[in-house]
């Protein structure tokens, strides 16, 4: 089996081709990218197609960069990002023209060309672009549910299909100021005072599915839902306010939409400090095994010392040490993505093993292709003279901490020991044999494990019984970090 490449480790890809739905949704994407474009050349002309283009290209060059900013800490896949941007300027475009216009025309003979007009635009079009739009996230929900890791990669895929949608429709508005005479209006409005209209829209959207894809439970088709709706009124808030109210109305609506990109703001600042935390939480786990030091959680755990790294990493050994650099880091940051996915019950124990053998062989291929480069490099910044996991991965990893198991309690009280290993995942349970370590006599076990040995003893008159210490855990476990509510004795993953 060929070896994976990093950018396939990262994508969550059990090989370095790219997954047939994908090349089929960008297929799909691209023919009705081009029925859409046949259809301006037909009712517009090239040339006014080519300066409507022109006009439009800007402003979507520019805002597809800020997602990409965004989306800087853990990035999407590519083909992923390329395959949103070009469902919106594709599927969803040639779907909203043709659903748009049938149900305009429907409505004509019941309610006058007017009516039927800013019916289709204040009802019939937030619901039909926000359903195609949504489309795609739900088919990411459904088929590549684990790379939506938070709210951030919800808001970064809806604002790519809605960059798409917006600059292909803006072309259209642009080719009919030409016309009409209002080409500097369309262009102030959709370009320069609401380029982030589509984007919002979807975002709420994108934030119910992220919603579903990191929770379990029945809560999640309601966020699905919830998000749905939420961003077909906001653009009905938009198309109607306008339509109904006209420059009052775009005043109203510019606030509110103002007011819900500000919170998308708060939602990104804060997500991108819980991928922060999962690092300091999860990653010092690791630490008995020799896959980091503490150094190295803390120098993983902190944006400007992640940059230092890669500095360091390009003045040792150029491009090849920082992109090697840059690699640990991310496949790091999964690492604790992963641990999150387990905690939430997100994903089998299979896929956590075989992702997280996969994360493991990226962090020991960048750590050679560094070392390749640069074999005998000073000691980096943030190690302060101590050992770093960078510098030596030991060949095999001991005391591993392992996917979070959800207990079942049995109705008819508890298992024996053979009942519940056969009900285990077969790679656990080899993971077990391989890792458990040989029987203690009865006398070395804990005082809570030794079979009882005559009628329980009582504590003397007026002394209350003794508690094991805060924090006690057996011995020869790791430290486990702390969970939401506080310490968890033992941690969530016994030792492998």
């Given at each position: 089996?060929?070896?994976?490449k990093?950018q ?6 059990s ?6 739905p ?12 081009l ?9 517009g002309?090239?040339v006014?197609v ?6 439009a290209l ?6 597809v ?10 990035p999407?896949?590519r083909?992923?990002l390329?395959?949103?941007f070009?469902?919106g300027?594709g ?8 659903v ?5 025309a429907?409505?004509?003979?019941s ?9 289709t635009?204040?009802?019939?079009a937030?619901?039909v ?19 939506i890791?938070?709210p951030?990669d ?7 299909c ?28 959709r ?48 198309n109607?306010s ?6 009052p109305g775009?005043?109203i ?14 939602v990104l600042?804060?997500?991108?400090r ?17 896959l ?30 920082s ?25 089998a ?5 075989a992702?997280r ?41 001991k005391e591993?901490?392992?996917?979070k ?8 009280g508890?298992?024996p ?11 656990e ?7 458990q370590?040989p ?10 494990q030794?079979?009882?040995?005559g ?17 006690h855990?057996?011995p020869?476990r ?5 969970g ?6 033992g ?6």
């Open positions: 089996m060929p070896v994976l990093p396939s480790v990262l994508d969550g890809h090989s370095n081709r790219t997954p047939v994908l090349i089929v949704g960008l297929v799909v994407s691209g023919v009705c990218l029925l859409a474009v046949a259809f301006y050349l037909l009712t002309g090239p006014n080519g300066v409507g283009t022109l006009l800007p402003t979507a060059i520019v805002l960069g800020l997602i990409l900013l965004v989306d800087r800490l853990e999407e896949p083909v992923n390329v395959l949103s070009g469902w300027a599927v969803a475009i040639i779907g909203a023209l043709i748009n216009s049938v149900t305009g429907l409505l004509v003979p309610v006058g060309q007017v009516a039927a007009d800013g019916i635009a204040s009802v019939v937030p619901v672009e926000e359903s195609f739009k949504g489309s795609l996230l739900l088919y990411l929900l459904l088929v590549r549910r684990h790379e890791d938070g951030t919800g808001i970064v895929y809806a604002s790519m809605g960059l798409g949608f917006a600059m292909v429709e803006n072309v259209l508005y642009y080719m009919r100021g030409i016309d009409d005479g209002s080409l500097a209006f369309m262009v102030l409005l370009g320069v005072i609401s380029p982030l209209g589509h984007p919002l829209y979807t975002s709420i959207i994108g934030l119910g599915v992220a919603y579903a894809a990191t929770h379990s439970g029945p809560g999640r088709v309601f966020a699905v839902i919830g998000g749905w709706i939420g961003g077909i009124l906001l653009h009905a808030l938009w109607g306008l339509t109904l109210l006209g420059f775009m005043v609506a510019y606030l509110v939409e103002l007011l819900v990109l500000i919170v998308l703001v708060v600042i804060k997500d991108r819980r991928l922060v935390r999962l690092i300091g939480r999860y990653l010092p786990a690791y630490i008995p095994s020799g980091v030091q503490p150094n190295d959680v803390q120098m993983l755990g902190n944006m400007s010392g992640r940059r230092q790294a890669r500095h360091w990493a390009r003045a040792q050994a150029g491009n090849t040490g992109r090697a650099m840059g690699d640990y880091q991310l496949a790091a940051t999964e690492l604790a993505l992963l641990h999150a996915h387990a905690e939430k019950g997100t994903i124990p299979h896929q956590f093993f992702r053998e996969a994360i493991l062989a990226l962090m020991r291929m960048a750590r050679d292709a560094f070392f390749r480069r640069m074999p005998q490099p000073p000691p980096p910044p943030w190690a302060h003279e101590q050992p770093s996991g960078f510098f030596k991965i030991p060949a095999e990893l591993m901490p392992t996917h198991l959800r207990a079942q309690i049995s109705p008819v508890p298992r020991p053979q009942a519940r290993s056969a009900q285990r995942p077969p790679q349970r080899a993971t077990q044999r391989l890792t370590q029987p203690q006599p009865p006398a070395a076990m804990p005082p809570r030794q079979p009882p040995a009628p329980p003893q009582q504590p003397p008159a007026g002394q209350p019984p003794q508690q094991p210490p805060l924090g855990r057996p020869g790791p430290p486990q970090p702390p939401p509510q506080g310490p968890r004795p941690g969530p993953w016994p030792p492998r």
